[in-house]
Structures are given as structure tokens and as C-alpha cells.
């Protein structure tokens, strides 16, 4: 979530939560990195991120079982008090998924500050609004299903 203010609002929740949408990206998605080896999980934010992430792991169970994890934006005050849920490991190889990236800092701010090494970022929407190049000073691939060309062009 860069805060940028936009003249448009994306809105994949009714893709990301219908069985066919949700599919159709977890496929997209795990073959993005099933080949990736040296993975451990994939993670992203909260809410964009969770259903996805979900899909993933569960597309993946045959054949390359690949855990997933969240990054809350605030950690709560009962529970596990966690920032990050789920089977986060530090010091672990992680892709990010986010559903939109703007700028593409959040959530590699979140899971580097514990250790872990990113691989790529892999997002629904790349806005173009730098993400990419901001991604690509961190050494940071970025690699986007769709980009606001493909969906508003």
C-alpha cells in the first residue's frame, strides 16, 4: 500500500474470491514459481494478498508444496501478537504476491526487516507508477500478471 492517491480503484476481490477467478490466478501464479527451488513460502499483505496466497499453497500440495504466510499491516494486541502469520520462517527464500503495486516497497520492507531473503515480487496489477525500477535498485524482479495498460488500455 504506497498511500498514492489514484483517479481509479482496481478492484479484484469479486476475481480473487470466485472459485474460477481464484483458480485461474493460483495457476498463473504457482507456475510462476513452482520451478523455484530454493523457495520456502510465499507471502504478501493483508487483505489483497490472503486469498490468493491461499489458493497457491493449495494448488501446490501435488507436485511442489509451497507454505504461505500473511504480513499484517498492525499487529494486533491479543493472540500471537505476530506482524507476520502463518509458516514464516526468517532467514528463509520468499515471493511476494501483491494483488496491486504502485511503488512495490511495503511489503518487502516487512519481511526483509526479518531476515528473509526476497526472490521476486509477483503482482495481479502493476500500476506502473515505478514499482518495477523501484524493485530493480533492490535487485528485486518484479513480475506482473496484468499492468493498468492491459486493463484500462
Same mark, same amino acid.
Given at each position: 500500500?504506497?498511500?498514492?492517491?489514484?483517479?481509479?480503484?482496481?478492484?479484484?476481490?469479486?476475481?480473487?474470491?470466485?472459485?474460477?477467478?481464484?483458480?485461474?490466478?493460483?495457476?498463473?501464479?504457482?507456475?510462476?514459481?513452482?520451478?523455484?527451488? /530454493? &523457495?520456502?513460502?510465499? #507471502? +504478501?499483505?493483508?487483505?489483497? *494478498? $490472503?486469498?490468493?496466497?491461499? @489458493?497457491?499453497?493449495?494448488?501446490?500440495?501435488?507436485?511442489?508444496?509451497?507454505?504461505?504466510?500473511?504480513?499484517?499491516?498492525?499487529?494486533?494486541?491479543?493472540?500471537?501478537?505476530?506482524?507476520?502469520?502463518?509458516?514464516?520462517?526468517?532467514?528463509?527464500?520468499?515471493?511476494?504476491?501483491? /494483488? &496491486?503495486?504502485?511503488? #512495490? +516497497?511495503?511489503?518487502?520492507? *516487512? $519481511?526483509?526487516?526479518?531476515? @528473509?531473503?526476497?526472490?521476486?515480487?509477483?503482482?495481479?496489477?502493476?500500476?506502473?507508477?515505478?514499482?518495477?525500477?523501484?524493485?530493480?535498485?533492490?535487485?528485486?524482479?518484479?513480475?506482473?500478471?496484468?499492468?493498468?495498460?492491459?486493463?484500462?488500455?
Amino acid at each position: 500500500m504506497s498511500g498514492a492517491v489514484s483517479n481509479y480503484y482496481l478492484d479484484k476481490k469479486p476475481t480473487m474470491f470466485d472459485p474460477e477467478g481464484a483458480h485461474l490466478v493460483a495457476e498463473l501464479v504457482f507456475d510462476l514459481l513452482k520451478d523455484e527451488r /530454493d &523457495v520456502d513460502a510465499i #507471502g +504478501g499483505l493483508e487483505l489483497g *494478498a $490472503v486469498p490468493i496466497i491461499v @489458493a497457491v499453497c493449495a494448488r501446490s500440495w501435488h507436485g511442489r508444496p509451497v507454505a504461505g504466510f500473511v504480513v499484517r499491516k498492525e499487529i494486533k494486541d491479543h493472540g500471537t501478537e505476530q506482524k507476520i502469520d502463518g509458516n514464516f520462517k526468517p532467514d528463509s527464500t520468499v515471493i511476494l504476491f501483491d /494483488d &496491486v503495486t504502485t511503488k #512495490g +516497497g511495503s511489503v518487502m520492507r *516487512a $519481511v526483509r526487516g526479518r531476515g @528473509a531473503r526476497v526472490r521476486k515480487i509477483i503482482t495481479l496489477v502493476d500500476r506502473l507508477e515505478g514499482a518495477s525500477e523501484n524493485l530493480g535498485k533492490e535487485g528485486i524482479e518484479l513480475v506482473a500478471l496484468y499492468t493498468t495498460r492491459d486493463l484500462l488500455g
